[in-house]
């Protein structure tokens, strides 16, 4: 029903950047915030960086001046460039919905929506 298809991830020296995009496509309804999320080795899931419908951001503390969310309305994407990598930001970032309506073929359905993931790896 939906789909949400991450790329841009790879290895990359520590101090490098990569830039992530996600697009997201299905019967949507409608969704409003567009988020980031990333899980470590042995850590818990956390969140990275939202963005609403309208624009405005959020952004954990270890992001903060160093990633940029994005979107695209009319392309249903979201971008995050990330700058001055560290070897702790290495883990599988997840472009997520946490909500959208979609059309079933039993009615509408509301519900959170993860992709696969993309694994960012930093490293010398």
């Known amino acids: 029903q939906v789909q949400l298809v991450e790329s841009g991830g790879g290895l990359v020296q520590p101090g490098g950047s990569l830039r992530l995009s996600c697009t997201v496509s299905?019967?949507?309804?409608?969704?409003?915030?567009l988020q980031w999320h990333r899980q470590a080795p042995g850590k818990q899931r956390e969140l990275v960086a939202a963005i609403a419908r309208g624009g405005s951001t959020n952004y954990a503390e270890a992001a903060k001046g160093r990633f940029t969310i994005s979107r695209d309305n009319n392309k249903n994407a979201t971008y995050l460039p990330m700058n001055s990598l560290k070897p702790e930001d290495t883990a599988l970032y997840y472009c997520?919905?946490?909500?959208?309506?979609?059309?079933?073929?039993?009615?509408?359905?509301?519900?959170?929506?993860w992709g696969q993931g993309t694994q960012v790896t930093v490293s010398s």
């Open positions: 997520t919905l946490p909500w959208a309506t979609v059309q079933t073929g039993q009615g509408l359905s509301t519900q959170e929506y």
């Open positions: 299905g019967s949507i309804v409608r969704f409003n915030d």
